[in-house]
């Protein structure tokens, strides 16, 4: 489902949660389209305006659990590249060097466990990029496990979507703490990890 209306006229996110909701809501963030997990949506103004300003000062902490064929050398590891947009395709580069119309991309990863040649990864986007996640671990070898469009040899999984899931989302909001949790389902790949 996308997170919001796109050329497809897929039922997006936003809509269906202004059907639930019985009024507008508003897409506080996005998610990529195969990616699953928590997304937040707002249904006040006050509360859309407010959390709207954490995420653009960057006040909002998202961690991602990713599946990746191949095992990284370090059990912790950032990854600095320049995103580019590849001119009139939905597919970004990741890029060590500035290019034309790139923007710097920053992530944090950790190795939450490994089984054979598949790695449960942690990951912390620092900027929020296109496609970032995605493009930068197919950039260091470690592509998602079921991305047909960022994993030259990746095969489809059982269900519409990669190996991606936005897990957790961490923020201060008048005086409050919230530690939003979101558990990938029990399917293949995540059930190897559980």
Known sequence: MPSQNDPSGDLSLVDWAGRY???EAKLLHRLDRPTGG???VGKSARGTREISELFSRREVQKTYLAVTSGQPSTEEFELHHYIGKLPGKNFVRAYD???RNSKPAHLFARVATRVEDLCLLEVRPLT???HQIRAQLQAAGLPLVGDLKYGKKA???AYPGIALWSYRLQ???AGEA???VS???SEYPWNLFE
Request: aromatic share 8%; proline share 17%; glycine share 8%.
């Open 183 to 185: 558990e990938p389902p």
């Open 21 to 23: 909701l019985g009024r």
């Open 128 to 130: 929020g990029r296109r």
């Open 97 to 99: 060097n500035p290019v």
């Open 155 to 157: 095969r489809p999984l």
């Open 178 to 180: 919230y530690n939003l």
């Open 171 to 173: 923020f201060q909001l």
């Open 38 to 40: 928590l997304i937040l």
